[in-house]
């Protein structure tokens, strides 16, 4: 089994940053799976936002944010981060980390296995 934890989230006015972090812990866990941040604006379906591969050499945003949040992982840590900057009003959703056993890296919330109980990142004007 694997557990996430999200942290890092709150209220930033618009063009601040967060950094958000995922902590991963687990008897099953280990550096070969694949790391994703999703998130989810009240009345909107959840979204991908970030992937990153096992090896750190794959990492792929989506168009909305692309220039302006960054994934990384800690593999000493097994945390991965998502560097939020230039926030926008947009950006205000309730942000989950998720795990996947597909070592390519995806941007499909069905190729994850693991998921996070969310952090809310809320965006003023």
């Known amino acids: 089994q694997v557990q996430l934890v999200e942290s890092g989230g709150g209220l930033v006015q618009a063009g601040g940053s967060l950094r958000l972090s995922c902590a991963a812990s687990?008897?099953?866990?280990?550096?070969?799976?694949?790391m994703g941040w999703f998130r989810q604006a009240p009345g909107k379906e959840r979204e991908f936002v970030a992937t990153?591969?096992?090896?750190?050499?794959?990492?792929y945003n989506t168009d909305s944010v692309k220039g302006r949040f960054t994934i990384s992982r800690d593999y000493a840590r097994n945390t991965v981060y998502l560097q939020m900057n230039s926030l926008k009003p947009e950006d205000t959703a309730v942000y989950y980390c998720?795990?996947?056993?597909?070592?390519?890296?995806?941007?499909?919330?069905?190729?994850?296995?693991?998921w996070g109980q969310g952090t809310q990142v809320t965006v003023s004007s």
């Open positions: 998720a795990a996947s056993k597909d070592l390519g890296g995806s941007n499909s919330e069905e190729a994850y296995d693991y």
């Open positions: 687990g008897r099953t866990f280990n550096r070969y799976y694949t």
């Open positions: 990153i591969n096992w090896s750190s050499s794959r990492t």
